[in-house]
């Protein structure tokens, strides 16, 4: 049985002059020890995914129609109280800037061990040495001595490092990261990405990892899901994707990637950009931005489904997939 399931999520922000539609009919599953990837431009939807499933998406914000399933159990319709003592004990959450997830006022050792406490029965003790144990984990020296410094004394790396030690302080069973390696140099990114790997494949953990790199996706992730406009348009395993993109909107992704073998004037570029959530055109939302489109696709959208041709291998919602000799098949760098 699948750990997280998502079923047909919409999540709508009703405004003085209608609902605005930020998700319409997400769904993907995620397995036990699996590494999920979502991928996309800015205002895809992919913060918003994750949002909802941790319960903290900003008001006006809700979820209108779908289901979210954490191990068999229904989460969405849950109080923010009962929410509350599954995010953190069963969902743990990594975000994009790690000063926003800790307390300027409070050491870090402090922080951790009330994290622990508040979901694990512990005494105080206990939940000290477990925190320094998740701070060596996490590759921080001198783990017991750097329990008593507060975040401004961690480097930007350090400190995305102990938003993961809380994250995983009370072993939760899904870990939702938001753009965790964006702020941070390319160097100190790879070992965020090999820390957070090595980490979920020991404790056993499954993360849904968000970002728009997909260079971070080919080094982290098990599968990918590929969102535009608040849809999922392509989902399948890393390679898969990566070398065999069926999506016009898939395979514009990995042409703009930069190669390290090939010398280019340019790089590939998708023209316009994302649409606004009160413009989404009809029919395939991406169709004004593609060469494929036909009329077909200005007035009938199309479903994420596995294809009929032998040529595609996994779900895709698009009229036109492209086949595996169509595609582009530069492997990213991470």
Known sequence: ???????????????????????????????????????????????????????????PGRIREGRILLGGERIDTLSAEQMRHVRGRRIGAIFQDPLTSLNPLLTVGRQLTQTIQAHLPMTDRQAWQRAVELLQDTGIPAAAERMTHYP??????????????????????????????????????????????????????????????????????????????????????????????HHPYSRGLMASIPSTDVTLE???QIPGSMPRLNAIPGGCAFHPRCDHASSRCLSQRPELMQPTEEATRHPVACWHPLRAQEVHTQEPTA
């Open 152 to 245: 401004h004394q961690f480097s930007g790396g350090m400190r995305q490092r102990v938003v993961i030690a809380l994250a995983l302080a009370a072993e939760p069973e899904l870990i939702i990261a938001d753009e965790p390696t964006t702020a941070l140099d390319v160097s100190i990114q790879a070992q965020i990405i090999d820390l957070l790997k090595r980490l979920c494949r020991q404790r056993g953990a499954a993360v849904m990892l968000i970002t728009h790199d997909m260079g971070v996706i080919a080094e982290a992730c098990d599968r990918v899901g590929v969102m535009y406009a608040g849809r999922l348009v392509e989902l399948g395993a890393v390679q898969q994707v990566i070398h065999a993109a």
């Open 266 to 268: 340019r790089l590939h």
């Open 1 to 59: 049985m699948a750990l997280l399931d998502v079923e047909q999520l919409v999540v709508e922000f009703p405004q003085r002059r209608g609902v605005l539609k930020a998700l319409d009919g997400v769904s993907f599953s995620i397995e036990p020890g699996e590494i999920l990837g979502l991928v996309g431009e800015s205002g895809a939807g992919k913060s918003l995914t994750g949002a909802a499933i941790i319960g903290l998406l900003e008001p």
